[in-house]
Structures are given as C-alpha cells and as structure tokens.
DNA sequence: TCTTGCATACTACCATACAAGTCAAGAGAG
DNA sequence: CTCTCTTGACTTGTATGGTAGTATGCAAGA
C-alpha cells in the first residue's frame, strides 16, 4: 500500500516500501520537533493516520528506537524520547572524532577539484544567510557530507548520520540563537586550511566548529526542561 | 514494579523478548562465523528452528541488517552481507577516531582507581596467552569498554560496539594468526602512556594497535576470496 | 485521609493469514 | 538444439487477530 501525499518520486520504477515512508517521515517529523520528544505515540494511532497496518508502524518504530530517536516501552506505549544530554554530548563527541580524522586526511592530500565543490558550496551558503534555518541545515549537511566523501569515507557517513540526528534535534529548537554567518566563516577557515595543506589547523577548525553547534545546549534545556531527561 | 534488593538476574521470572534473544543468537553466530557471509537464512527456516513465528525473526533480521551484518533483498531473500573490504576500513577509521580521542581523554587527566583496573586486566590477559581466541577477545571487548566507560563515553561505547562486530567477523577468521602476546604488550604501552600523562603517546599507541588489528585482512580475503564482496 | 482490590481500557508482543514479487525448471514452438 | 513463455514454488511485505502486561479510575474498607 501507498503512504497518500509522499508519492511523488514513486512514480519511478522504484519500489520504497511502507516501512521506509515510514520511517524517513516520522523520523523528519521528530527532528523537526512536529513530534516533540515525550510525545505519545502509538502504533494503531499511526497505522490509521496514514491508512495502513500496525505491522510496517512497529517496524518503523523499532528502527527509530534503534536511532534513539524513540522509546518503546514494554506493554506500556512509545513516545518520541527526550532528549538526554550525556548522549547528545556523546554524540558530539564521536562525531567531532570522525570529522577530525575526516579532514586531517583531506588536508594532507588536497584535490583541487574537491576544494572547488567546497568553495562553490560556500558561495551558496552565503547566499542563504537571512534565509530560513531549514535551508541553511540542509545545505550544511550536504557540506559535511562532502567533506566524508571527499575522504573516500561514505561508509564513515552513515555513522556522522546517526550522531547528527541527536544532534539536530536540539540544534532545531536554537534556530532563533544561531548565527549562520558565524557558521560559514567557520565552514570558510576548515576549507582555507584544507586547501593550504594544514591538517593541523584543519582539525582545530572542524572541532571549534562542532563544539559550537552546542553551546545552546543549556540554554535551550533552560527554556524547555520538559523535553529533556 | 521491582521490588527492592532484587536485581534483574536474581530472577529467573524476567522476560526477555523473543526479538532480543532471536537478535543476540544471530548476531553472535554471525560473527563467530557459525554463519558465513553469503549463507542464505530464511525467516521461515529460522522461525520453525527455534519454534516461533516468523514475526520476530523478521524483526530481529531488521535489526542486524540495520547494522550491516544481514542483506534482505526483498521478495528475494535475505543473506549473511559479505565481508565489504571498504566497510571494514571505515568501521576501524570510525573506531580509530572514537578510541583516539578517547585515551587522549584519559591520558590528559589520569584517574589511579583507573590505572589499577586496566592494569589488573593487563595481568588476566597475560595469564590467557595460549588460551583460546574466543577468551582474549572477550577480554579484550572488556578492555576497550574500561576505557570508553573510564572517559565517561558509555553512549560513544555503543558506536564502538557496531563497529567492533565488523572488524571482529575478520579476526575470527583470523584467529590462527594474530598474536595474544603482541597485543597484550600494545595493550601495555597504551596504559602506560596514559599513567603517565602522555597523550601523544597513547594516542599513538592506540591508533597503531587497531590499525594491526586488521592487518591480515588481505591475507584473509585471499584465502577466503567466497566471504567477500 | 489513605490504602487495597478490581474492573476496564489501553499497550506492545507474537501468531497467523494473505498479497505480491522473484526465479528457475520445464513445456512447447521454432 | 535454442529460445520463449508459463507455471509454481519459493521469498519477503503487509494485514489482522489474539494474548499478556501495565496504568488508571473507582469503590470498599481501614
């Protein structure tokens, strides 16, 4: 059975099952904070919401767990889960790990036509300034990714995914505090670095970066201790 | 609700689902290499073996595939995922990373309570030279863990973990090869870096020992040539 | 006022049935 | 013999029913 409304790719020859609408909408939906973490939410209510079986919600529902991106609870129900922050913290910290290594390896062998693409995402980036935080949040993304993929990392990728998504979830709510000026200055000296060849300065850079991206944290947590642990 | 003094293991009552238990069986069997990259398994043949239906065992396949180690091709069927030569890589690039940033943590404040525990199990591990691989590898998990948990990275340990399983599918195939005692003295030199201060120094102990880990893997993939993609 | 027992209405977990895609063996035509 | 098509036995995907555990409200009793 077909999700009604999300569609409109599906047309192709290619196949996405329940399962996977699934999960990539509520999964949208959580870090977009549509469902705010606490929130209740229950296979049957899901299933009839979007006309379909109990059977693909669970199993959307257990991959979402496995993210930490809900919790189920025997017997109980399933709710969006609050955010906890030792494991944002955590989740910063591998990916500011991953990401370190990521440019060091890019600075001690720069290609040219890698610090083209940046440079041109730059650009891009700056234009959005003013623009909506979804936007910048997407382009940034695709920033990131082409730093791991520049380093031949695209396996690398799918764990910096999973730690973003933690992360995202509270950048999302300190859309109003942040600075996306500040942000691709930042995006702007790690690319300087790389192109220079300086794998030390690269790796200053891309954890000053990272570090950053959190320092709302408690503020956020002030504003909305009901989202948290 | 659990009454007080009564912990989880003292009661034979607890439940565990039939998923987890389904989960923790493959998972081991798969990276024991009871079950060999490439082996078919069905949700039928697995449900009727263990005499449950086939909704768990399709839920626990959902799982290992979430983690790499199983390929369901659907209305196809689904197999133990081959050993991916790029996978691996990334697997012990993403691990390097973590661990690396990790005992600089704990080389940049050493805790004695801390020093004593890795050095007790230095102890044990020498003891287990000789012994079986499965042991030392049971150890060594303990090891690794010790350190993460000493940095106050539980949450970062649960990436360790994923990653861990596919690096651990080639050492097992590599268990004739590798040397306990080399590992132990690597395991060694990183404790000793981190009593005394040495950041640099454990980093670079830790970073050269798990990239020895995987050494033989092109010797394994030429003997085993069906294991890989 | 506070506790206790119980009916009730949920929940997720598991079993079973059906639907739909894949693939290979084999019949039949050329 | 070679190619094409059909058929049917697989596979996973989805739907639905039944079961046991859990929270909750309320009435009876201390």
Redesign the interface.
């Known amino acids: 059975m077909q999700l009604a409304g999300l569609d409109a790719a599906s047309l192709k020859t290619v196949r996405v099952?329940v399962v996977d609408q699934l999960y990539a909408t509520l999964r949208g939906a959580i870090i977009d904070n549509d469902l705010s973490p606490g929130a209740r939410i229950s296979e049957t209510e899901i299933a009839q919401h979007y006309g379909v079986s109990r059977?693909p919600v669970?199993?959307a529902f257990?991959?979402l767990a496995?993210e930490g991106l809900l919790e189920i609870r025997?017997q109980r129900g399933t709710f969006v889960a609050k955010i906890s922050r030792?494991?944002v913290m955590?989740?910063r910290?591998?990916r500011?790990?991953?990401e370190?290594?990521i440019v060091k390896l890019l600075a001690q062998a720069p290609e040219p036509a890698l610090i083209a693409d940046l440079r041109d995402q730059l650009v891009r980036q700056r234009q959005i300034i003013g623009g909506s935080a979804r936007d910048f949040m997407e382009a940034d993304e695709a920033f990131h990714h082409t730093l791991a993929a520049g380093a031949?990392?695209?396996?690398?990728w799918r764990?910096i995914v999973e730690?973003k998504a933690q992360m995202d979830r509270v950048r999302f709510l300190s859309s109003m505090h942040f600075s996306v000026a500040r942000l691709v200055d930042q995006h702007t000296q790690l690319v300087d670095a790389i192109a220079a060849g300086d794998a030390v300065g690269a790796e200053q850079a891309i954890r000053f970066h990272l570090r950053g991206i959190l320092q709302d944290l408690p503020i956020i947590e002030q504003e909305h201790p009901e989202y948290f642990r």
């Open positions: 099952s059977q669970r199993e257990i991959k496995n025997p030792p494991a955590d989740a910290f591998v500011e790990a991953v370190a290594d031949g990392k695209e396996n690398a764990v730690m």
